[in-house]
């Protein structure tokens, strides 16, 4: 079949000049940080489902964290456990923890907020990991080898089977009759369990690290080898697997989950790793995140990761990793580079113990370093003014260095600080320096060649990093946070203030009135100067780790973030600040600056690197051309096709030379649960999720019928874009699937819809009901459509199209596809009354009606409490009434629990109990 290939990219790539106003990034595309929650001992092993995260805490026992969509990570409930609780699975309303020496803990959580220990089940070993098959557990006992436990049958829970390993069994994983377990230094063991209460060792690989973990999908076995990393197994004959690849982690592979494509490895020191599993014997890393304790376990759930991080905490991690590279152009530099610079088309950076870097980025030849001026100290930050670059050389004070030549720059002048020179800013003919204990130094460079101290003023702390705008400079000042100097006397600076105690400013910039303070244990902080003598926090980020430096540019802030990379604030609204993406950076990103088309990252071992800024709403959705793969001509006349809910949003059609482009305007909201597709002459593409495709390559297969004419016979497909839902009301959904005929016409097409739960780990399928497609010409794509009232677990639906067969088709291999229901948007709940009370017990309880939204999820209702005194009614307070889970589709009455404070009016406090004291709100619409 004749093959085509649509690539979605930006115009302006790898330029040999940056293109003004064009090209952008969604920084959101990209691995990175979102949010974290500490537990009270350290996270060892965890399972998400029902936008709950349920976290074996160790000493802390079970901890269930709400992880909904839109929510903050909290803690909504917790149990203690009588071991050291290790790892955990859920299916239905239980959770299974493996508890170390105590073994199995079975714990009731069908109310999230009170879990409660229904059961123990001694194993003879450590129970160290715990996965669930059918009726039964498999328990990884660290000496007591593989344990299988009964869950379903008659008396309580009790082993029913056991198997010796060679090593201590650390991990394990189980599919149909087949158990995999890790065993340390001896590998991996291949256990028929066809008959639970006699497995048996049927195969066994032995790893060259130490196994510590299993995943599998299909045919293949993915072992996290410790200091060996990954491998991948091809178990296509258990009794004697075969290594098909490996990939050398940077930490230590101690646990793995494979999703879709990806396999996500907790990597110990070095945090989360994921690599691309297209091609099993060509594993490929796509993406990675540092964190900031030891990555121990992991959780995939729909577009984020979670990671228990050990004494880390619990946090979550944007899960979408584009194929492409980050970074338009990267150059390695010889020492470590810290601050950068713009300079007309090259760059100057602060390279440390190598001086002073020249870097042509964007030169006819290959981009590369032009010029280098050693500095006599450590340079740790530059500013370029006309043909001078000036340096913060550390303990050799200010460099001036003479740029005339790039490639021969020449330090002509220096001029010494009584303190350690790290930071500079230019204004008008004056330097201004942050020079650690030394505070704030005043330079003038009028003449650059004779610079002269003329000023200075000792700031409360160290000095870090400044930032100057008109007759104030605003420090960085460490452990004191923002100190304002008045600047109006360069040569008698003054200190007006404020000075507060912070974790750690390093590194400043500003924007307007607000100023941005990088620091290092607790983010971003945002001050408002508009009044500098009145200087007041209106805003925070939390960012992970130690925030080096910042830089703001348009409505969005960039911080470089050591290990963590590049990460990403929206800052249109200063007052609230937050995370819109990142990247992760080759080592350790350390100074950044940003213009109105790229930012400029100092990394201690990347070197130079440049990635494009990140996108605003207001521009382009996207843009891009359709080529022909074979011939690489490019496609006139195609049109492009945005669908959401199976019907076409947005369109356009390819220019003559092929180039096209959709705007954010012509565009839903919501564009993740849109669907992209190309069309040429009754030729159809394959589809593709549409993630903001601005700033990176989609690549968007044809699949056509031959060119000479229509084909003998159908070709049916969907795929797994093709699956939406729109929301129907009262808890029902309408099921979508887009069905394609790229060959003969076909009639009486039937389409089955199926539900699948995934919870914890145990697949049940649940028939929804079957379509008839009367006619599906040649080339066209038809609906199939069915109400579905889901229930609670139920996160995947499958679409089998033909599933009799009964079409004679070319082939049937893409006549199957399913989709995540946390892909597709939702509608949020509405509650209609609530009514609150006082009990004995003082607490409020509250109850209403649930009336809409998508069943089986959490949701947040804000209700109103009202006093009523005769005629007159008073607003008592405003509650965030818990989260709630519906657990059935129709309406239903909810009780809710939460403490209040009771206040006292004229003397009398309302009745506890009863009637008498009862406040009663109605409340419509209430809102997550």
């Known amino acids: 079949m004749k093959q085509l290939l649509a690539v979605i990219l930006v115009s302006c790539v790898l330029p040999a000049t940056v293109c003004p106003g064009q090209g952008c990034r969604y920084y959101e595309d990209y691995l990175h940080w979102t949010d974290s929650v500490d537990t009270p001992d350290a996270a060892h092993g965890l399972v998400v489902a029902g936008g709950l995260a349920y976290v074996a805490d160790g000493d802390g026992g079970l901890q269930i964290v709400d992880v909904s969509p839109g929510s903050d990570l909290e803690i909504i409930g917790s149990t203690s456990t009588d071991g050291d609780a290790l790892d955990v699975v859920v299916s239905a309303s239980y959770a299974f923890v493996a508890d170390g020496a105590s073994g199995l803990q079975i714990v009731d959580v069908s109310s999230p907020e009170f879990p409660d220990v229904l059961y123990t089940v001694d194993t003879p070993g450590r129970a160290r990991r715990v996965v669930i098959s059918g009726s039964y557990l498999y328990v990884a006992d660290e000496s007591g080898g593989l344990q299988v436990i009964d869950v379903v049958g008659p008396g309580p829970p009790a082993v029913v089977g056991s198997v010796e390993t060679s090593d201590d069994a650390y991990g394990v994983a189980a599919a149909g009759t087949l158990a995999f377990v890790a065993t340390g230094a001896a590998g991996v063991l291949v256990v028929d369990v066809s008959t ?23 045919s293949l076995a993915f072992v996290a080898d410790g200091p060996s990393g990954l491998l991948v197994l091809d178990i296509t004959s258990p009794d004697s697997p075969v290594m098909v690849d490996s990939l050398d982690t940077p930490g230590e592979a101690y646990s793995v989950v494979v999703r879709e494509g990806r396999a996500y490895v907790a990597d110990r020191g070095s945090g989360l790793l994921v690599a691309s599993t297209a091609s099993p014997d060509t594993l490929v890393v796509v993406g990675s995140v540092d964190t900031p304790g030891d990555a121990l376990d992991l959780a995939v759930s729909g577009s984020a990761v979670y990671v228990a991080d050990g004494e880390g905490a619990l946090h979550s991690i944007s899960a979408i990793v584009p194929e492409s590279a980050a970074f338009v152009e990267a150059v ?35 981009p590369g370093i032009v010029g280098t001026a050693d500095t006599p100290g450590n340079a740790y930050d530059v500013a370029v003014s006309g043909d001078y670059a000036y340096v913060a050389d550390y303990g050799a004070g200010l460099q001036v260095v003479d740029l005339s030549s790039p490639d021969n720059p020449l330090v002509v002048a220096s001029a010494s600080t009584p303190g350690w020179a790290r930071s500079i800013e230019l204004s008008g003919s004056y330097a201004y320096i942050a020079a650690y204990h030394g505070g704030l130094q005043v330079a003038d460079v009028s003449s650059p060649e004779s610079p002269e101290i003329v000023g200075s003023v000792d700031t409360p702390g160290a000095a870090y990093d400044v930032a100057v705008s008109g007759d104030y400079a605003y420090v960085a000042d460490y452990g004191y946070g923002l100190t304002i100097v008045d600047i109006s006397s360069p040569e008698s600076p003054v200190v007006i203030g404020p000075a507060w105690r912070s974790d750690g400013a390093r590194g400043i910039t500003l924007s307007g009135d607000y100023v941005y303070l990088a620091n290092r244990y607790s983010g971003v902080t945002v001050v408002d100067v508009s009044v500098p003598e ?78 494009l800024r990140e996108c605003t709403v207001q ?4 843009r891009g051309v359709v080529t022909d793969r074979d011939t690489d001509d490019r496609l006139g006349g195609t049109v492009i096709d945005v669908f959401r809910a199976g019907e076409i949003v947005a369109s356009t059609t390819s220019t003559s030379n092929g180039f096209y482009q959709i705007e954010a305007d012509d565009l839903p909201e919501r564009r993740v649960d849109c669907v992209l597709r190309a069309r040429k002459g009754g030729y159809f593409d394959q589809s593709t999720d549409l993630l903001h495709a601005e700033g990176f390559t989609i690549h968007v297969d044809f699949s056509m019928p031959p060119l000479e004419g229509e084909p003998d016979r159908p070709g049916l497909w969907v795929a797994p874009q093709d699956i939406t839902y729109t929301y129907a009301g009262r808890g029902s959904i309408a099921l979508t699937a887009m069905v394609h005929n790229k060959g003969a016409f076909a009639e009486n097409v039937r389409v089955r819809f199926i539900a699948e739960d995934i919870a914890g780990g145990e697949s049940e399928l649940f028939d929804i009901s079957d379509q008839l497609i009367p006619e599906l010409p040649y ?18 639906y499958h679409v089998i199209v033909d599933p009799e067969n009964e079409i004679d088709e070319d082939d049937e291999l893409d006549n199957a596809a399913y989709r995540n229901l946390g892909e597709a948007g939702r509608e949020p ?100």
């Open 619 to 622: 521009e382009v959705a996207f």
């Open 829 to 928: 709940p509405t509650l209609v009354s609530v009514e609150a009370r006082w009990d004995a017990d003082d607490r409020e309880v509250v109850a209403g009606r649930y009336m809409s939204g998508v069943p089986g999820q959490w949701n947040r209702f804000t209700a109103i409490v009202l006093q009523v005194h005769g005629d007159r009614v008073r607003p008592r307070c405003r509650r965030d009434v818990r989260r709630v889970r519906a657990r059935r589709p129709d309406d239903r009455r909810l009780r809710l629990h939460g403490r209040v404070e009771r206040r006292v009016r004229h003397g009398r406090t309302p009745a506890r109990g009863g009637h008498a004291g009862r406040d009663r709100v109605r409340r419509g619409g209430a809102l997550l």
């Open 196 to 218: 639970p209460e006699s497995p048996a060792v049927i195969g066994s690989y032995d790893t060259p690290g130490f196994a510590y973990d299993v995943g599998l999908r299909g």
């Open 332 to 366: 390695d530099t010889p020492g470590r580079a810290r601050g950068v610079a713009l300079w007309d088309t090259l760059v100057c950076v602060a390279d440390f113990d190598m001086g002073l870097q020249v870097i042509d980025p964007f030169g006819d030849d290959s």
């Open 779 to 796: 080339g066209a794509i038809e609906p199939a459509t069915v109400p579905w009232t889901p229930f609670s677990g139920l996160d995947r």
């Open 534 to 611: 009145a200087a007041v926090i209106v805003g925070r980020a939390e960012t992970p780790g130690g925030a080096f430096d910042v830089a703001v540019s348009g409505n969005h802030a960039y911080v470089a973030h050591g290990d963590y990379g590049l990460t990403v604030l929206d800052v249109s609204t200063p007052v609230s600040p937050a995370i819109a993406g990142g990247i992760d950076t080759p080592g350790s990103a350390l100074g950044v600056e940003a213009t109105d088309e790229m930012v400029l990252l100092g990394d201690r071992t990347g070197g130079l690197l440049i990635a």
